[in-house]
C-alpha cells in the first residue's frame, strides 16, 4: 500500500470511529423505555449531543407568539424587548417544568414555543400569556369627579375599546393625573395614573395560604430599591386604599395600616392553580408588552408514534431494495457503492447528532433527497467505468477515468443543490429549514463517501494485483 | 456486464417541436385549472383549525357530519377509519384556539368518548409570511441556479434552459395537486423543494456531458453533439430514476398518510423532471443558440489544439497513477 493510500485509509477509519462515538449515546437513550427516558429528562440528565426528534414525529405542541409592538413603551428598542420577551418567556415555562423546551425567535415579533410531549399546552399558554405588569397604585375613589364618571360608566355598555382604553365620552371626565381601572370582582376604581413602585422592585414571590379562611395568596418582598420606594408610598398614604394592580385589573385594595417596607400579600379569591401561576409569573418579571398565541399545533403521542412507524419502516424497506439492485445490476462496483451509501447514512446521522440536531419529516425528506444524489454519484461513476471497459482499457484506467470523467458532473450537481439548500435556509422557516439542513448536511457528506470513500476502496483492492473488476 | 441499455441512437431533437407544443398544453392546462378548480391549500397557507380526534366507539361518519353542522361553521370532514376524523376549517378568525373550542364542543354533543390526538391552529398572519418565504426562498434559488449554471458551463441560455425545465416540474406538479385536489402542506413543500433540487441535478448530469463533447468534438454539428450526450448519459438516466422511483412506490404505498402526500408529489416531480431535462431542456439550448452551443466563438474553450492538450494531459494523468498503482 502507498503512503498516500494509507493516509487516505487512516482518515476514513478516524472518521467511522468517530461517528460511531458520536451515534453511541442516540443508541443508548432511545433504547431505554419511555418512562425512564421521561424521568431522565425532567432531571435534566439528557444526553447533550444527541439527535432530537421533532414534535411531529414524537407529539408535543408549539405555540407561535407574536409581541404586540403597539403596546411597547416607545423607549425600548425591538430587538431588545424581543430579547427579554424571551427570557422572561423561558424562566416561567422553565418553573413549569417541561424538558428540552426550546423557544426561539420567528421573524421580527414573533416567538416560537415547542413543548415536546405535552399534548394539553392550556396551562402552558396562560403561564405565557400573562404579561404580568405588577403596579401598585393609590385608589382616588371618593372624589366628586370620581362618582360622576362612575355614574356614566354605569350606563355604558363598552366603556373600554379593544386597545382596553376608555372611550373618549367618560374619558373626559376623569381628572388629571388619574385613570380609571376594572376591579377583579366587578365595577370600577379610581386610581392615581402613574406606579412608583412595579413588580419590577420584587425580590421574590411564593404561594402561601391565608389563615383566617385557607384561601392561597401570593406573598412577595421588595428587593432593597423597593423597600425603599414602597415604604415611602405606603407611609405618605396611610389610611387611604392601595390598589394591587396586575394586567390593568386591581386584584384587591386594601388599606393601608401602617408603612410597609419588606413584604406584601396579594389576595383576592384564587385557585391553587392561579396562585401558582401568579407566583411564577411574578418572579419571572414583567413581559415587555403582551403577547398573543397566533398559531398552535398540538400532536398527541401515539399519533407521533404511529407516523415513525410506518414511515421508518417503509423508508428501511425502500433503503433495502436500492441497496439490492444496485448488487444486482452493478455486481461489484454496485456492493462497493452500497457501503458508500450506508456510510453516508451514518455520517449524516452523527452530524445532526453533534449538532443537536432536530429531525423531523421534512427533515427526512432532505435525507432522501441527499441519498438519492450520493446513489446518482455512484451512478455516474460507474456508467463512467463500463464505458471505459467497453474501450477495452486495463483496470487501472477504467478506475481513474471514470473517477476524473465524473467528477465535474457530480461536483457541480451537488453545488446547485446546496445553493437551493442555502436560499431555503435562509428564507425558510420552522420545516422548511429542517429539510435544508439534513440536504446540505447529507450532499457534503455525499461528496466525501460516494467519491472519496468508494474510490479509496478500489485502490485498495488494485493493491492486490487484482484484473477485472465487475460491473 | 448486465446491460439494460445497448448504444442508442435515438434522434431525441427531432421532436423538439412535439416537446414545445406538450409544454405550451401543460401552462395552458395549468392556468385554466388554477383558475378554475384552485388549490386545496392547507390551513398553514390559508390559516384556519384542524382537529384530529379518535372516537373511542363507532361512530359513523354521518353522525359527525351532523353534529358539527348543527355550529353552522362550514367545516370539512375527513375519515381516516378506525373511526378517527379530521375535521377542519379554512378561518380568518384571530383569535386562535376558539374554533377549536368549538369543535370540540359539538364533538362533545355525540355523547361518545374521544380523544383528541392533533391540532393545528393558525393565524392568518403566520400563513401570508409562510407562503410568501416559501415564495422567496424557491424565487432565490432559481436566481442562484441560473448564476452558477451560466457562470460554470460558460452561457446563461443553459442556465435559463436549465430553470425553465425546473419551473415545467414544479408546474406540472402544482397541475397534479390542482386536478386531485389533494391538500398542499408543508410537507408537500419540501416535496416541491426536493424535485426542485433533484431535476435540476438530471439536467447537470447532461449539461456536463455537452460540456466535455464541445471540448471532444469541437467541430461536431450542435444537433449531433446534444443527441450523443442524451445518449451517452440515457443509461444513467434510467438507472437513477428507475431506483428513486423504486424508493418513491414503496413509501406512497406504505409510508401512512404524511409520507403518502410527499411519495405522490416525488413521484410525479420525479417523472416529470427526467421528462423535461431530455424535453424540455436541451431542446431550448439548441434553438436559443441557434446550434451556436457556445456563446461567442472566439472565446471558444476548445479548438483541435486544446483538445490534443486535454488528451495530453489525461494520459500524463494515468501514466503518473499508472506507476504508482505498479508500486
Known amino acids: ?471 | 456486464m448486465m446491460n439494460l441499455f445497448p448504444k442508442t441512437h435515438i434522434d431525441f431533437l427531432k421532436y423538439r417541436k412535439v416537446y414545445f407544443s406538450l409544454f405550451a398544453a401543460v401552462l395552458v392546462a395549468g392556468v385554466i385549472c388554477f383558475f378554475t378548480k384552485g388549490f386545496n391549500m392547507g390551513i398553514d397557507f390559508t390559516g384556519g383549525t384542524m382537529v384530529q380526534v379518535q372516537f373511542n366507539a363507532p361512530v359513523e361518519m354521518s353522525q359527525v357530519r351532523e353534529a358539527l353542522s348543527a355550529t353552522g361553521a362550514n367545516s370539512e370532514l375527513q375519515s381516516y377509519g378506525n373511526n378517527a376524523f379530521s375535521i377542519s376549517e379554512k378561518s380568518t378568525e384571530q383569535e386562535v384556539g376558539v374554533v377549536q373550542a368549538r369543535i370540540e364542543k359539538a364533538l362533545d354533543a355525540l355523547n361518545v368518548p374521544y380523544t383528541v390526538q392533533q391540532t393545528n391552529s393558525v393565524g392568518p398572519a403566520v400563513g401570508e409570511s409562510m407562503t410568501e418565504r416559501a415564495l422567496w426562498a424557491i424565487l432565490l434559488s432559481l436566481v442562484f441556479i441560473i448564476i452558477y449554471v451560466a457562470f460554470r458551463f460558460s452561457n446563461i441560455l443553459w442556465g435559463i434552459s436549465g430553470v425553465v425545465a425546473l419551473f415545467h416540474d414544479l408546474w406540472v406538479m402544482a397541475l397534479a395537486f390542482s386536478i386531485t385536489g389533494r391538500e398542499i402542506d408543508l410537507v408537500v413543500v419540501a416535496a416541491f423543494l426536493t424535485v426542485a433540487g433533484f431535476s435540476i441535478n438530471d439536467t447537470i448530469v447532461i449539461f456536463d456531458r455537452m460540456r466535455e463533447n464541445i471540448r471532444l468534438h469541437p467541430k461536431m454539428d450542435a444537433a449531433e453533439l446534444i443527441n450523443t450526450s442524451i445518449n451517452e448519459t440515457l443509461s444513467r438516466t434510467v438507472i437513477t430514476t428507475v431506483t428513486v422511483l423504486f424508493a418513491l412506490f414503496v413509501l406512497y404505498f406504505l409510508g401512512g398518510e404524511v409520507i403518502n402526500s410527499f411519495a405522490f408529489a416525488m413521484l410525479i416531480g420525479c417523472i416529470s423532471g427526467v421528462y423535461s431535462t431530455i424535453a424540455l431542456t436541451t431542446p431550448l439550448v439548441y434553438t436559443w443558440t441557434h446550434g451556436q452551443l457556445v456563446a461567442d466563438d472566439t472565446n471558444r474553450p476548445a479548438t483541435q489544439h486544446n483538445v490534443e492538450t486535454f488528451v495530453n494531459e489525461q494520459n500524463r494523468k494515468n501514466n503518473k497513477r499508472n506507476r504508482r498503482n505498479r508500486r
Open chain 1, 1 to 471: 500500500m502507498s503512503n498516500k493510500l494509507a493516509v487516505k485509509w487512516g482518515i476514513i477509519i478516524a472518521i467511522l470511529l468517530g461517528s460511531l462515538y458520536l451515534i453511541y449515546p442516540n443508541y443508548k437513550w432511545y433504547s431505554k423505555p419511555l418512562s425512564e427516558r421521561e424521568t431522565l429528562d425532567t432531571l435534566g440528565e439528557r444526553p447533550k449531543r444527541m439527535l432530537n426528534l421533532g414534535l411531529d414525529l414524537r407529539g408535543g405542541s408549539s405555540l407561535l407568539l407574536e409581541l404586540e409592538v403597539a403596546k411597547l413603551s416607545g423607549k425600548e428598542p425591538l430587538n431588545e424587548a424581543m430579547a427579554r420577551a424571551i427570557e422572561i418567556i423561558r424562566n416561567r415555562i422553565d418553573q413549569y417544568g417541561v424538558a428540552e423546551t426550546s423557544i426561539t425567535k420567528q421573524g421580527d415579533k414573533w416567538i416560537l414555543v415547542q413543548l415536546p410531549g405535552v399534548s394539553n399546552p392550556q396551562r402552558a399558554e396562560e403561564l405565557i400569556g400573562k404579561t404580568a405588569m405588577l403596579e401598585f397604585r393609590i385608589v382616588k375613589n371618593d372624589t366628586t369627579e370620581a362618582q360622576k364618571a362612575f355614574e356614566k360608566l354605569e350606563t355604558m355598555e363598552k366603556p373600554f375599546d379593544e386597545n382596553g382604553n376608555l372611550v373618549p365620552e367618560v374619558a373626559k371626565l376623569v381628572p388629571a393625573g388619574s385613570q380609571i381601572l376594572r376591579n377583579k370582582d366587578g365595577g370600577y376604581s379610581l386610581v392615581t395614573d402613574k406606579a412608583t413602585v412595579t413588580g419590577a422592585d420584587l425580590e421574590n414571590a411564593r404561594v402561601v395560604m391565608m389563615s383566617d379562611n385557607g384561601y392561597p395568596a401570593v406573598s412577595f418582598t421588595f428587593n432593597a430599591e423597593g423597600a425603599k420606594k414602597f415604604g415611602q408610598l405606603t407611609g405618605a398614604n396611610l389610611n387611604r386604599q392601595l390598589a394591587i394592580v396586575l394586567d390593568n385589573t386591581i386584584q384587591s385594595a386594601p388599606v393601608v395600616q401602617s408603612r410597609i417596607t419588606k413584604e406584601g400579600q396579594i389576595t383576592g379569591s384564587f385557585t391553587p392553580e392561579e396562585a401558582r401561576a401568579l407566583a411564577i409569573v411574578l418572579k419571572a418579571g414583567a413581559l415587555p408588552a403582551p403577547v398573543k398565541v397566533i398559531e398552535k399545533k398540538t400532536i398527541g403521542p401515539t399519533l407521533g408514534e404511529d407516523s415513525i412507524k410506518s414511515g421508518l419502516s417503509a423508508s428501511a424497506l425502500a433503503l433495502v431494495l436500492i441497496l439490492l439492485f444496485m448488487m444486482i445490476y452493478y455486481k461489484a462496483a454496485g456492493f462497493i457503492a452500497d457501503i458508500a451509501l450506508l456510510l453516508n447514512f451514518v455520517l449524516t446521522v452523527a452530524i445532526m447528532s453533534y449538532f443537536s440536531a432536530t429531525l423531523t419529516l421534512p427533515g427526512i425528506a432532505g435525507m432522501i433527497l441527499s441519498l438519492a444524489m450520493a446513489i446518482d454519484a455512484n451512478v455516474l461513476i460507474i456508467e463512467r467505468m463500463r464505458e471505459e471497459k467497453r474501450a477495452g482499457r486495463p483496470v487501472y484506467e477504467i478506475i481513474n477515468l471514470g473517477y476524473d470523467k465524473a467528477w465535474s458532473a457530480i461536483f457541480d450537481s451537488n453545488i446547485t443543490t446546496i445553493i437551493v439548500g442555502a436560499c431555503l435556509l435562509q428564507f425558510g422557516t420552522g420545516p422548511v429549514k429542517g429539510f435544508a439542513v439534513t440536504l446540505i448536511i447529507g450532499l457534503l457528506v455525499s461528496l466525501f463517501t460516494a467519491v472519496f470513500v468508494t474510490r479509496a476502496i478500489y485502490e485498495l483492492i488494485l493493491t492486490s494485483n487484482t484484473k477485472e473488476i465487475s460491473l
